[in-house]
């Protein structure tokens, strides 16, 4: 096979430098959501982590306030999951991935929407949105007047997946809560969808934020099919490589493939971060002992500390009136400098979390 060996180090460092997680970057939140293509989002306000992890400077009010200027949103995209993206990504790439959106909803309510005609219910679930934000709950009543012969929920997920639905504030917003409450992306933003983005182009921006990577691992952070073709189209332009098991990857010619032993300092990760998310084969960052906890019964992904660009250990939080508590519970013994380090970056996560006021303690158990 042709293209030169990417050793599992080597694609580490890579995917830590373009996921600015290998030194914190300088870009603003906006920059940073264009660059990663956007934030999965599906919790209310877990993902505030993932800019702090990753940017210098990143007040949680200064991500809040992309979404309440509605300069960001919350939206059905990759792998039919919410994810915050820019609003210009949002009418943009809502129409390439709406097969993905789509066949979600094929798989979980196609039988429960027998009989129903989609250009009557899309009109109908406009109508109702344009009028107010509802909650799925919500909606779904309103539609069952219509069709009371059908299941409401399905309506309602109907409409989601066939209308480019946000979450609109003050859901997600720091500090504040609110209902998921829906409005069409088109009304939230004013606006009408420019052309969508190509499938080449989603392709791209995918190797530029996660890359170097395979046809697979495009098609798992996307949800989209058939991308063997798509890469095949663009492969002219782009470099091909291999890594230690034979797998072809793919990646820019101008991406940065830094030096495999770059020093990684920690990094504490959100619950649903992409970077542990978007690979078919992720033990480019994965370790066989997060995997092993990765299993829960609700779904809910541990939170990972990496030590050395890798996963080596899940982290809680306990944050109360005056005090803001982190354990950390590390898979082996750490070395006393990595300890050290985790601590600092875990006492400027809890100042994050609770504020400059807290008294933060960071417990380290098990192994050190």
């Not at 934000?133 to 007047?145: D, M, N, V, W």
């Not at 209308?163 to 003050?170: A, D, I, K, M, T």
Request: glycine content about 6%; overall charge neutral.
């Amino acid at each position: 096979m042709h293209g030169k060996l990417v050793s599992r180090r080597a694609l580490n460092r890579a995917t830590l430098h373009r996921q600015m997680l290998l030194r914190r970057s300088d870009r603003t939140p906006v920059e940073a959501l264009e660059h990663l293509v956007g934030m999965q989002a599906q919790t209310t306000h877990t993902w505030y982590v993932g800019f702090w992890t990753r940017l210098r400077d990143c007040p949680p009010g200064a991500v809040a306030e992309l979404l309440t200027d509605r300069r960001a949103v919350r939206i059905a995209l990759m792998r039919s999951t919410i994810h915050l993206v820019t609003a210009a990504d949002a009418l943009a790439l809502r129409p390439v991935l709406q097969p993905v959106v789509e066949r979600g909803l094929a798989q979980t309510y196609g039988r429960r929407l027998t009989g129903v005609d989609r250009d009557e219910l899309v009109a109908a679930g406009r109508e109702l949105l344009d009028e107010r934000p509802l909650t799925f709950g919500q909606l779904g009543k309103a539609l069952s007047r219509h069709w009371p012969d059908h299941d409401p929920e399905a309506l309602a997920q109907a409409v989601r997946a066939w209308v480019p639905l946000v979450q609109v504030p003050p859901r997600g917003v720091w500090g504040r809560s609110g209902p998921a409450a829906h409005q069409s992306v088109e009304r939230w933003l004013d606006e009408l969808p420019p052309s969508a983005v190509s499938v080449d182009d989603l392709v791209l921006r995918y190797l530029a934020a996660f890359g170097p990577a395979t046809v697979r691992d495009v098609q798992v952070w996307s949800g989209l099919t058939r991308l063997a073709e798509v890469v095949e189209r663009l492969r002219p332009s782009l470099v091909p490589l291999r890594d230690e098991n034979g797998a072809e990857l793919f990646d820019l010619p101008d991406a940065v493939r830094p030096d495999p032993d770059a020093p990684a300092a920690p990094r504490f990760l959100y619950d649903f971060d992409n970077l542990l998310l978007s690979y078919a084969d992720r033990s480019r960052v994965l370790t066989e002992e997060f995997r092993a906890r990765s299993v829960t019964r609700n779904g809910q992904l541990p939170r990972a500390v990496l030590i050395d660009g890798f996963t080596a250990g899940t982290w809680t939080t306990v944050v109360e009136r005056d005090s803001a508590l982190l354990t950390v519970e590390p898979f082996a013994r750490l070395s006393a400098a990595d300890a050290a380090a985790l601590e600092v970056e875990g006492v400027d996560l809890l100042r994050f979390l609770a504020g400059d006021d807290c008294r933060p303690e960071v417990r380290i158990v098990g192994p050190r």
